[in-house]
């Protein structure tokens, strides 16, 4: 059999952590519920006395004015246990809150590519938001309300059989039924509510999506299918939302009325009492008041239930999260990145994306020289960035072995490893800050000289000191504001600062303008300058000047060489080279002859 709260459970433990304030908030409720037991009671005093005293009323007022000043003292008591309440679980629940929602983070900027490929960014957002907000709710909340419930009931059952243990008998028959239904309220209600945590996910999915994409949503004209598409989740999101109002406001009325037939029963009982002698008015309406309590903790145990309920499901999304697995980081050889040649050797290197049948690499061997360039070519979808991905361990290979200056990249601690090879994406991410901070990302603790030199090197220091704000200038996210070439060489003199053994590029930046052109093409130089440099390249002058060139084709290497010899070769690499330069070339040809003609 399954414990309940299987998921929850996990969380008690961090109760323990912060159980001062779970302690003094538990004293409260204990505090606030005997004073709420000395109500009925007084009320009971007061009139049975005032019944007693018959025409001898005067002599009562010092009584009075003894039990108001009790009462007043009992009110300020209660205060004070509602603010303990309040305050320490709130916080002890917040703090739990606090510290899995940094542990989540950490968790989610940790996990490797394989995961953040499949996963969307909504769906981690609601994790990270509203199910921490369910597991707080539920251990803040939920558990004050459990604990409150619990000792309230007992209480007051003690305190009715002390009264009269028939009264309290009697009054026993509808509160199965109302337990009853407030179960059932909960089964039917935890669904939705595990609905509606869904939906959330999917509604946060398509804001976030629809807010990064404006720009390709705009570019299409979609605007109108896409505030369709959020006008549907939210009529979704508004559907299941009134399902439970729906459900709430049946079962609500209907406990109510259980709970209504309780107190006739016993006014009709207690009233027989009272007429042959058995009983004074005072202790009816002490026992009617006690019942009134007591339906109150039986009502709360279904919302109480259904928190727990809530809280259960996102604990259980949470700890999904939290057990997807890191790439492994138990390399232990530690080399002095300065010390590094820069040999990279591929051996017998498979790979095959998590989800995907096929192999996207298939017996991959290459050595790459210490400071050699080596260009990868193919077509669309052969495997090129797939290939470079495997340098830094975005992924790990399937199997086969990567070696830097014969050492296997998993025996080099990742944080050294990333420290070595550094990747300029194919799309550029830069982050809503300064220029100045983007270009220092890897390396906060550079002085602004070096980022200078930096972003010179990168032929990005002129356009920035253009800038309103020089290196201060504040980039919008993803770098709005700035043209692709720009932001390109930005992120050039972001790999540059962390002065790496291998270089990455990934590099398809063919649509900028001549000049521009030649300013990257000059940064990249710069760049490469005593690197093993990787690049997957769309400009022909790079693929010249490499020493090797490697054509991929389907995940295999199929041919390799210099420019020269696969040229010669007439196989593969001429293909592509006539195809995707082979105009150009001619073009520049006939332009170079036409200006010597002159
Ligand atoms: N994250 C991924 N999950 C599953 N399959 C992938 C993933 N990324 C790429 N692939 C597949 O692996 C193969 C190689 O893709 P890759 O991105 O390496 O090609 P490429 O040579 O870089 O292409 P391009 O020149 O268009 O950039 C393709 O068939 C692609 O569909
Ligand atoms: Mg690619």
């Not at 304030?21 to 519920?33: A, N, Q, R, V």
């Not at 309440?85 to 950490?106: S, T, V």
Request: proline residues 3%; aromatic residues 10%.
């Amino acid at each position: 059999m399954q414990l309940p709260l299987p998921h929850l459970r996990e969380f008690f433990s961090a109760i323990s952590l912060y159980k001062k304030f779970y302690i003094i908030g538990f004293t409260g409720s204990l505090i606030e519920i005997i004073t709420n037991l000395f109500g009925p009671w007084s009320a009971k005093l007061i009139i049975d006395n005032i019944m007693a005293a018959g025409t001898h009323k005067d002599q009562l007022i010092p009584f009075l004015v003894r039990i108001s000043f009790f009462l007043l003292s009992l009110g300020l008591i209660r205060a004070w246990a509602i603010y303990l309440q309040i305050m320490y679980i709130e916080k002890g629940a917040h703090l739990i809150a606090k510290d899995l929602r940094n542990k989540l983070y950490e968790h989610i900027l940790k996990l490797p590519f394989s995961f953040h490929n499949t996963t969307m960014t909504g769906d981690l957002m609601s994790r990270a938001t509203s199910d921490v907000n369910s597991i707080r709710e539920a251990l803040g909340f939920g558990v004050l309300s459990a604990f409150y419930c619990a000792t309230y009931y007992i209480g007051i059952i003690l305190v009715l059989f002390y009264i009269n243990w028939k009264f309290t008998l009697i009054t026993s028959i509808t509160l199965p039924i109302l337990m009853y239904a407030s179960i059932k309220y909960r089964d039917r209600i935890d669904p939705l509510y595990e609905k509606l945590q869904e939906e959330i996910a999917r509604f946060t999915t398509i804001v976030q999506e629809n807010i990064s994409g404006i720009r390709v949503i705009k570019a299409f004209f979609k605007e109108r299918m896409e505030i369709e598409r959020f006008k549907r989740q939210n009529q979704v999101l508004f559907d299941t939302n009134m399902a439970i109002i729906k459900l709430q406001a049946f079962y609500h009325p209907l406990m109510d009325f259980l709970a209504a037939i309780s107190t006739g029963l016993i006014l009709f009982y207690g009233g027989k009492e009272i007429i042959l002698g058995r009983a004074t008015i005072g202790l009816l309406v002490a026992f009617s008041g006690y019942l009134s309590m007591l339906i109150w903790p039986v009502r709360h145990i279904g919302i109480t239930l259904s928190l727990f309920q809530r809280g259960d499901v996102s604990a259980g999304r949470v700890l999904r999260l939290l057990s997807e697995k890191y790439l492994p980081d138990s390399g232990k050889v530690e080399i002095k990145p300065e010390r590094v040649k820069g040999e990279v050797r591929f051996e017998h290197v498979y790979f095959r994306y998590p989800d995907s049948e096929e192999p996207a690499l298939e017996d991959i061997n290459l050595v790459a020289r210490p400071g050699e360039l080596i260009a990868l070519v193919g077509t669309t979808g052969s495997g090129k960035s797939t290939l470079v991905q495997l340098i830094p361990r975005f992924f790990d290979v399937t199997s086969g072995s990567i070696k830097i200056d014969g050492v296997d990249i998993r025996d080099i601690p990742l944080a050294t490893l990333r420290r070595l090879v550094a990747v300029v994406f194919q799309e550029t991410f830069l982050f809503s800050a300064s220029i100045r901070e983007n270009i220092a990302f890897g390396k906060p603790s550079a002085s602004f000289e070096e980022i200078v030199e930096c972003a010179r090197l990168a032929q990005a220091d002129e356009f920035i000191r253009e800038l309103p704000n020089g290196y201060d200038t504040v980039v919008g996210e993803r770098g709005l504001g700035l043209s692709g070439g720009q932001k390109q060489r930005i992120a050039i003199a972001r790999a540059l600062l962390m002065d790496p053994r291998v270089l990455i590029l990934d590099d398809s930046t063919s649509s900028v303008d001549q000049e521009t052109e030649i300013k990257i093409h000059r940064a990249l130089e710069n760049l490469m300058k005593g690197r093993t440099t990787f690049v997957i390249a769309q400009r022909l002058s790079t693929v010249k000047k490499a020493n090797q060139i490697i054509v991929i084709d389907r995940g295999r290497i199929v041919e390799r060489g210099t420019h020269d010899e696969l040229l010669s070769k007439d196989g593969f690499y001429r293909r592509i080279y006539d195809i995707q330069w082979g105009q150009t070339e001619l073009l520049l040809r006939e332009l170079s002859r036409e200006r010597s003609g002159i």
